[in-house]
Nanobody, 120 residues
Framework: VQLQASGGGLVQAGGSLKLSCAAS????????MGWYRQAPEKQRELVAT???????NYADSAKGRFTISRDNAKNTVYLQMNSLKPEDTAVYYC???????????????WGQGTQVTVSS
């Protein structure tokens, strides 16, 4: 299983970034995908999930600003982040599993993270 996250960077508050997570070695089209983040000295937290059918769920902190999507033909999940805030600064990771419960509890397969830094 390989999950490679990319697209992070440094952006000013109010700006946007689009993260990507390319997957290989998994049955991507039937897997649940999730984005997590971990800020310094904080626990990893779930940001958003998307089911194989396209149903989405978001953490309260992400609602209205972030959009998760997937392209099954490209085996890729995306996280469009708008109106970024300094508190969004974290390493962002993707997670994947066939079972929704394992993704939301962080027991699916992990990819390498990508750093997002939002300056004030």
């Amino acid at each position: 299983v390989q999950l490679q996250a990319s697209g992070g960077g440094l952006v000013q508050a109010g700006g946007s970034l689009k993260l990507s997570c390319a997957a290989s070695g998994i049955p991507f089209s039937i897997n649940v995908m999730g984005w997590y983040r971990q800020a310094p000295e904080k626990q990893r937290e779930l940001v958003a999930t998307i089911s194989s059918g396209g149903s989405t769920n978001y953490a309260d902190s992400a609602k209205g600003r972030f959009t998760i999507s997937r392209d099954n033909a490209k085996n890729t999940v995306y996280l469009q982040m708008n109106s970024l805030k300094p508190e969004d600064t974290a390493v962002y990771y993707c997670n994947s599993d066939r079972k929704y419960s394992r993704v939301v509890t962080g027991f699916g397969s992990w990819g390498q993270g990508t750093q997002v830094t939002v300056s004030s």
